[in-house]
């Protein structure tokens, strides 16, 4: 994200930017502009770093597209842009394509070293005339016209998924990205066959100028369980051997690594590939050498290294650096740069280390890194500089016949740079203007917000206390009240597609008095919507069971807690206290850090003692004699007012919820900050993680214990009781999957909340129009388009966790689709046309399973099946006997 504004929105401005016409080259100054302001910040971001390069735009001249051969003048390289269907539609190679000989290419000439994260490909439609595409192809770079690299995927594999007809345009992310100036996208098919290809990259200018880095080869970590975490540079494209020479890899690919270096940021990748890492034994000089080769003379002024710093497991942060500089092919200067770092033994996290360089004129950099205990890792390193600047008289006399390329020695011409500096003023003064603007309307917002939710309340608070008939009038009358444009400043999505006249703009918060019938849960979703219904009694501990109610955003640690409250049923939040006993701090002992938001930390600690704070239905999954783990959530000492009263909330929730399956409150720290509530762990962790390390029972020998598929089922009838007691009380969790569901013992089940707050599932969120952070991939459509979230929006997610479960959670849902390609599905789901995806049986999933899930994602909710459903087939698909799990 930059700024708040999200990539979607970003895509789609310079998508807009790219179709004006004629070749103007004003519409590149904004993403210019953007990119200098990303590579102030920070390294490059490839989450945003993703603008079309010219292709379809035409910013690329017919002249840097060339081809190995073509059909005719009229299917010539310059025809093969995305989207466009000049001359006979497309570039097409001379002869049809073998698979035995991949000789034909389309190649691309970017002028400078670009950070390329996206390609899309298309095939020749010419208007309906033409008939081919490359059903697959590969993608060959370089960054210096001579050596050229054979792009494969962070699992080794080279051939790309191509189109399926001519007209349909297919983007791939590029896992790793790459740095190049050169690319050839190569035609592969499995019979010799005519194609036709158009292209376009996306990325962004590579601002560091690093062309490769020579490093010894990373090593391995034994963990005291016997197990090795690997820290090579498993994606580096250039020599590998004692050392890795003239390429580059994950210390330049834009993903910074964890606290702690045994996950990873990379979906489904082994334990430590986020880290290149050395052991203090290996060096016998006491540090490591790194050297670094630019793509010309450049005024550095700063390095950042993203080092790990896990000192518990003898990992820290370098404790000094010393940097050589060479300009030419020369000896290296002796003048030196020294920097000693000041270390913070009390902080475990991971971080940048900035080393600054002070306008250093170099073309190489060559860095020793020093020890500061046994091991050193590094993720990332990025360079901050500028191009030298010389006098013409230092350059060349160049010939009239020779044509004129860019010379990084010539003296740039002071008029351009003028006009440049000028435009980039007026810019910054109109986005200046725009920021003020959009702050002003966001803080009057606030205030109207603010004002309308205090009504809202008050009018809530009066009908309670009135019979079922008032309750409805006034209810009634508050919705009648909001203009539409009222309702359109609340809209929390962008419209990305057309939709049908029966789709409603979603408010941010809905706050809604429903009218029920006595009927099952999906018909008392339709009964919700008819006026003049009465309300269903209410059950014998005084909570009424509805199946959509009022919504209440509850803070919490991670700035949004999970579970969704129907505040109207819930006597706590009206001024019930419930018995939760204050736990003496003392007794914490901090293991490591589960994640962080917005307004707090979560951590793993140690409790001693804890168990006489238990209730005596509790039995705790730990070993006896030892101390117990547990999760605790913790709001910083600065929160404001609404973050303590709303944690202060979820801590008198979360003791309403006592099921075998769900995480329990165990005590809380509230008499003094920073308030704490304690709450159960499991010893085996997530079930993502946990699954992640397994393998299915028949499966490859391996050194955990495989799982059965009795063993799976046992789980989600696990995940289905415990939702059918949130779903009793009328709790809607919202962020249902496997990353919030715990392991115990014997495969136990308990459901939590803490996925949200983790760094290593921040891949699984999607930010909508900088402020909501939602699991999109396990989300129903009208929760993604509606902003309905209910007891039948958690069938939904159930399903997605169930097929998460019956894969090993091996892959992410919907993992060869984009984001903004999963929320364009959830149109389809509304339109009902036929052309939703839906996610494929898992192998090991039987058929009467894999119709469960379809079940659950049936477009009309009155339609899913109820968790007292889901659990009563699940029970008796596995042989469970009745009873608690």
């Known amino acids: 994200m930059l700024s708040g504004v999200p990539v979607l929105d970003t895509v789609l401005m310079l998508q807009k930017c790219r179709k004006m016409k004629g070749k103007s080259q004003i519409p590149l100054i904004l ?114 016209g001579t050596r050229w690299i054979s792009w494969r995927n962070r699992h080794g594999r080279q051939v790309l998924d191509g189109n399926v007809n001519p007209y349909d345009i297919v983007l791939k992310d590029l896992e790793p990205p790459i740095v190049a100036r050169f690319l050839r996208f190569i035609p592969v098919t499995d019979h010799s066959m005519n194609v036709c290809l158009r292209v376009e990259l996306y990325g962004c200018v590579w601002l560091d100028g690093l062309v490769s880095y020579n490093a010894p080869s990373g090593q391995q970590f ?288 809905i706050r809604k008095l429903p009218e029920f019938t006595a009927q099952t849960v999906g018909e008392e979703e339709t009964a919700g919507s008819s006026a003049g219904k009465s309300a269903l009694p209410a059950s014998a501990d005084g909570v009424p069971h509805y199946a959509e109610a009022d919504i209440v955003n509850l803070q919490g640690v991670t700035g949004g807690n999970t579970y969704s409250v129907p505040a109207i049923t819930m006597d706590l939040l009206s001024g019930k206290e419930v018995a939760v006993e204050e736990f003496p701090r003392k007794h914490l002992t901090f293991k490591e850090k589960l994640g962080e938001g917005q307004f707090g930390e979560v951590h793993l600690c140690e409790a001693e003692g804890v168990e006489e704070f238990l209730d005596k239905d509790l039995i705790l999954d730990t070993s006896p004699g030892q101390p117990t783990l547990v999760a605790v959530k913790m709001l910083r000492a ?85 939702m059918k007691y949130l779903s009793s009380l009328n709790f809607v969790h919202r962020d249902l999957a496997t990353r919030n569901c715990l392991v115990g013992r014997n495969y136990t089940i308990k459901i939590a909340d803490f996925g949200m707050s983790r760094n290593l599932y921040s891949g699984d969120y999607y930010r909508i129009q900088g402020r909501a952070v939602l699991p999109i991939r396990w989300m129903s459509w009208e929760s993604i388009l509606l902003g309905k979230f209910t007891t039948a929006s958690d069938v939904w997610a159930f399903a997605v966790t169930l097929w998460e479960t019956l894969t090993f959670c091996r892959e992410q849902p919907y993992s060869e689709m984009s984001d903004e390609q999963v929320i364009e599905n959830t149109g389809e789901f509304f339109r009902d046309q036929g052309k ?10 039987p058929e009467r399973v894999y119709k469960l899930m379809l079940s659950c994602w049936r477009r009309e909710t009155k339609d899913r099946p109820s968790f007292q459903e889901i659990y009563l087939s699940l029970r008796s698909e596995s042989g469970l006997h009745e009873g608690p799990l």
């Open 222 to 509: 034994l963990l005291p369980e016997g197990y090795a975490i690997y820290l090579n540079d498993t994606i580096y494209d250039g020599a590998i051997g004692y050392s890795m020479t003239e390429g580059l890899g994950q210390l330049t690919d834009g993903v910074a690594g964890l606290d702690d270096f045994t996950l990873t940021h990379e979906y489904h990748m082994w334990p430590g590939y986020d880290y290149v890492g050395w052991s203090n034994e290996s060096f016998s000089n006491g540090y490591v050498e790194i050297m670094f080769e630019f793509d010309r003379i450049r005024n550095f002024t700063t390095m950042k290294v993203h080092c790990n710093n896990m000192f518990s497991k003898g990992v820290k942060i370098f404790k000094e650096v010393q940097c050589f500089f060479r300009s030419d092919a020369n000896e290296w200067e002796a003048n030196s740069i020294s920097s000693v770092l000041v270390l913070d033994d009390a902080n475990p996290s991971a971080r940048y280390v900035t080393v600054q360089l002070h306008n250093h004129m170099a073309r190489a950099i060559k860095c020793q890194y020093y020890f500061a205990d046994s091991w050193m890792m590094f993720s990332e390193i990025t360079f901050q500089s500028d191009a030298a600047m010389y006098n013409n008289s230092m350059s060349p006399p160049q010939s009239a016949s020779v044509p004129t390329t860019y010379d990084p020695t010539l003296k740039v011409d002071d008029s351009n740079t003028r006009i440049l500096i000028g435009c980039l003023v007026a810019i910054i003064f109109i986005l200046v203007a725009i920021i003020v603007i959009i702050l002003w309307r966001q803080f009057w917002q606030k205030m109207l917000e603010k004002a309308s939710r205090r009504m809202l309340d008050e009018e809530l608070t009066v009908s309670l206390s009135l019979p079922s008939d008032s309750s409805m009038y006034n209810t009634n009358r508050r919705h009648d009240s909001v203009s539409a444009s009222e309702q359109e400043s609340n809209s929390t999505y962008e419209r990305i597609f057309p939709l049908g006249p029966d789709y409603q703009e979603p408010t941010r918060l």
């Open 836 to 845: 939703q995806v839906y996610l494929p049986k898992p192998k090991i999933c």
């Open 31 to 144: 993403p210019l502009f953007l990119l200098i302001l990303i590579s102030v910040e920070s390294q490059v971001n490839p989450a945003v770093c993703r603008y079309p390069l010219g292709m379809s735009g035409g910013q690329i001249p017919d002249e840097d597209i060339t081809a190995s051969s073509q059909w005719s003048e009229s299917t010539a390289a310059k025809y093969g842009r995305l989207d466009s269907e000049g001359g006979d539609g497309a570039w097409c190679p001379e002869m049809p394509v073998d698979p035995e000989e991949l000789t034909e290419f389309l190649q691309i000439d970017l002028r400078v070293l670009h950070f390329i994260t996206l390609v899309g490909t298309q095939g020749r439609h010419a208007g309906g005339h033409g008939n081919e595409f490359a059903q697959m192809f590969k993608i060959n770079y370089s960054r210096d």
């Open 638 to 722: 600065d929160a404001n007012k609404n973050a303590r009263n709303d944690f202060l909330k979820e801590i008198k929730i979360m003791s309403r919820l006592k099921d075998p399956n769900i995480i329990r409150l165990l005590a809380v720290c509230i008499a003094e900050d920073p308030l704490c509530m304690i709450t159960e762990y499991m010893e085996n962790g997530d079930l993502n993680q946990f699954l992640s390390r397994h393998q299915p029972e028949g499966g490859l020998p391996a050194a955990t214990p495989p799982i059965s598929y009795t063993d799976l089922r046992h789980m989600a009838a696990q995940i289905a009781s415990g």
